[in-house]
T-cell receptor
Framework: EPEVTQTPSHQVTQMGQEVILRCVPI?????FYWYRQILGQKVEFLVS????????KSEIFDDQFSVERPDGSNFTLKIRSTKLEDSAMYFC?????????????FGSGTRLTVV | AQSVAQPEDQVNVAEGNPLTVKCTYS??????LFWYVQYPNRGLQFLLK??????LVKGSYGFEAEFNKSQTSFHLKKPSALVSDSALYFC?????????????FGTGTRLKVLA
């Protein structure tokens, strides 16, 4: 069964450093998403991406965050200058279409720890 | 505003007994409703969805959910719980009428099935 792959599975970084979280969505999917889950809390939407541009973003997704699809297969989330409160599990997801009713396929997540 | 509520942080049930994990929602248009399960250190796995049609929806691993429009609920059920069902369960809604492709997740319910 096709999977969404995320790397690394766990990243530890110093406060103020830049991090890039990587995702390989399912190959024929067109819509890509990032969500995050702070430990013990609910899963929160960050951003959706389609046709090489952001289609929707939440208030969490401020100027410190950016997304990119640098080639035909990767989808990255960059945090420019990490803060302690950015520590969370970050999930990438993809879907065939925005209108699809199949739901997303999520990756297994990257646990980001900011120290 | 769109929202999903999972009123129980944790549900304990004995193995072999039926289980119910509750979810209520509030959206402005027709809801697309989903259940996801998260096992420890894993991503979010799709269980089932309600888009339209029969109010009783069957999904993976023997789970089902009942859509109740008048009560705005979408409770997850299983006739006979297994210890391996112990996990974190998330209800999510997509408000199709607003054109948003993002999910709104509930806070999650931890299911513990006791042997």
């Amino acid at each position: 069964e096709p999977e969404v792959t995320q790397t690394p599975s766990h990243q530890v970084t110093q406060m103020g450093q830049e991090v890039i979280l990587r995702c390989v969505p399912i190959s024929n999917h067109l819509y890509f998403y990032w969500y995050r889950q702070i430990l013990g809390q609910k899963v929160e939407f960050l951003v959706s991406f389609y046709n090489n541009e952001i289609s929707e973003k939440s208030e969490i997704f401020d100027d410190q965050f950016s997304v990119e699809r640098p080639d035909g297969s990767n989808f990255t989330l960059k945090i420019r200058s990490t803060k302690l409160e950015d520590s969370a599990m970050y999930f990438c997801a993809s879907s065939e279409a925005g209108g699809s009713n199949y739901g997303y396929t999520f990756g297994s997540g990257t646990r980001l720890t900011v120290v | 505003a769109q929202s999903v509520a999972q009123p129980e942080d944790q549900v304990n049930v004995a193995e072999g007994n039926p289980l119910t994990v509750k979810c209520t929602y509030s959206v402005s248009g027709n809801p697309y409703l989903f259940w996801y399960v998260q096992y420890p250190n894993r991503g979010l796995q799709f269980l089932l969805k309600y888009i339209t049609g029969d109010n009783l929806v069957k999904g993976s691993y023997g789970f089902e959910a009942e859509f109740n429009k008048s009560q705005t609920s979408f409770h997850l059920k299983k006739p006979s719980a297994l210890v391996s069902d112990s996990a974190l369960y998330f209800c999510a809604v997509r408000d199709w009428a607003s054109g948003t492709y993002k999910y709104i997740f509930g806070t999650g319910t931890r299911l513990k099935v006791l042997a």
